[in-house]
């Protein structure tokens, strides 16, 4: 077979074009997911069955499916009712930019509210003690000593997922956009030349990464100065 | 020091206390008077902290009555507040905010608890860091600082919110041998300011010095309570002399 090493440096300007789009979804699904994490992993701690339950049984379904099926059933699923076609949500859900952002902050949360679980849990008790005994209530230790201790130990895991989402949204090339992989095969389908197409968007994707890396690198350094002497 | 109305500043009545199958308390009657230094000691597992921890409610008794500073500790929250501010509490394990410096450990119960504002409590975690000899360390971690200074800083910690009285939890315990000593002069200086405190530990140095009231508690009862010169030298009950041979041996 014929290998163009030149094709990868070409193909990689427009490649990096659907970079843009990649960030976007991105970062728009982090925001949003991560906040309602915060409300789902305040649901399950909550220790009242009303609210954790749901919780659960929404973690449960948001990791137990694949994120792919999840972008299908919103893209394509609701778009069969006619009643939500009808809606003014349709303004919204007839765009598969916000169908993808839907999907991946409502998969992103589950994540991360099991990865901000377990970090609050590994805080120490004697801490919870110390601080009642010191009369801090449960929203002050909460918000003082629970949750700047839980963030630092749960930045390693979190850094995962940001990795494991950015990746995540090469899918919405399967529902008309032309992100990084989504530019990748309409150049594909023009040059048949497979290999140096998706050589170059790896080399994109890898871009990207070492960015996220550096990022969370950045914030644990931030968050663990007191660890050590 | 019994005087005037003779009310006790902790008064236990027959306090019970179980964990599932295992009952901890069986049934504490103690009383202390203010500004008295009672030290707690007893085998692991005897109900030592177990007590203590009730008197500031950490742990919830089950049944028998715990009155501190006259307020009678109920499942009323606003009750529990009151006392928790009339008590300190120093742990074996520091429990410092490892997040935080050494003066914000300070700072942070009387802004919030206190809603003192924060210049006002800076001034006040240096008055105490003081104190306690360390104030060159205000700025650092716990990590930063050896377990010695981790217990001062605990210590003072807890006087910011000027509780009292102090409870003591084997502050020694999870120490060095030569970082003991530091601990336990900060302790005595508190006892000699008149601070009534309940300290558990097995340094019967500090006991003999330092206790109005020794406490020998074991398997969920006090089965022993003296002046030091009386429970070191004629100890009523075999289980207290047992004890007593095996910690004054080594």
């Known amino acids: 077979m014929n290998f163009e090493i030149s094709l990868i440096w070409e193909s990689l300007p427009k490649i990096a074009e659907g970079a843009e789009l990649t960030v976007r979804l991105h970062l728009l699904s982090l925001v949003f997911g991560t906040v309602l994490a915060l409300g789902l992993v305040l649901m399950r701690i909550s220790g009242i069955a009303i609210l954790s339950w749901p919780a659960f049984a929404y973690i449960y379904v948001f990791r137990g499916t694949p994120l792919l099926v999840q972008v299908f059933l919103i893209y394509y699923g609701l778009a069969q009712f006619e009643f939500i076609r009808a809606s003014p949500l349709w303004i919204i859900l007839r765009e598969p930019f916000w169908c993808a952002i839907i999907a991946f902050s409502l998969n992103v949360a589950a994540y991360t509210a099991e990865i901000l679980r377990g970090g609050i849990q590994g805080v120490d008790q004697g801490l919870h003690e110390a601080g009642r005994a010191l009369g801090l209530s449960t929203s002050q230790r909460f918000i003082h000593v629970t949750a700047p201790i839980a963030i630092r130990l749960s930045l390693p895991a979190y850094g995962n997922e940001m990795i494991s989402l950015m990746k995540g949204t090469a899918l919405v090339s399967l529902i008309t956009m032309y992100d990084i992989t989504g530019v990748a095969r309409t150049i594909m389908a023009r040059t048949f030349a497979p290999y140096e197409i998706f050589i170059s968007a790896a080399i994109v994707y890898l871009g990207l990464t070492w960015l996220i890396q550096r990022a969370i690198a950045h914030a644990e350094r931030r968050f663990s100065r007191y660890v050590r002497a | ?250």
């Open chain 2, 1 to 250: 020091m019994a005087d005037k109305t003779s009310a006790a500043m902790i008064q236990l009545d027959r306090v019970t206390k179980s964990f599932g199958s295992f009952q901890a308390l069986k049934g504490v009657d103690l009383a202390i008077e203010r500004g008295q230094k009672v030290v707690v000691c007893g085998p692991s597992g005897s109900g030592k902290s177990t007590m203590i921890r009730c008197i500031n409610r950490l742990e919830e008794h089950d049944g028998g009555r715990i009155v501190v500073n006259g307020i009678e500790l109920t499942t009323s929250v606003k009750d529990i507040d009151a006392v928790r501010r009339e008590v300190g509490m120093v742990f074996q394990q520091f429990n410092l905010f490892p997040h935080l410096t050494a003066a914000e450990n300070l700072m942070l119960a009387p802004r919030l608890v206190r809603k003192i504002p924060r210049k006002e409590a800076r001034e006040l975690a240096m008055h105490y860091l003081e104190r306690v000899h360390i104030p060159e360390q205000a700025d650092k971690y716990p990590a930063q600082l050896s377990g010695g200074q981790q217990q001062r800083v605990a210590i003072a910690r807890s006087l910011c919110m000027k509780p009292e009285i102090m409870l003591f939890d084997e502050p020694t315990s999870a120490l060095d041998p030569e970082m003991i000593k530091e601990v336990l002069d900060v302790m005595v200086e508190l006892a000699r300011d008149g601070m009534t405190m309940i300290v558990v530990t097995h340094e019967m140095g500090f006991a003999r010095s330092v206790a109005d009231v020794v406490v020998f508690m074991d398997n969920g009862e006090i089965v022993e309570q003296a002046p030091p010169q009386d429970f070191f030298h004629q100890a009523r009950s075999e289980r207290t002399k047992a004890f007593l041979s095996r910690i004054l041996t080594h």
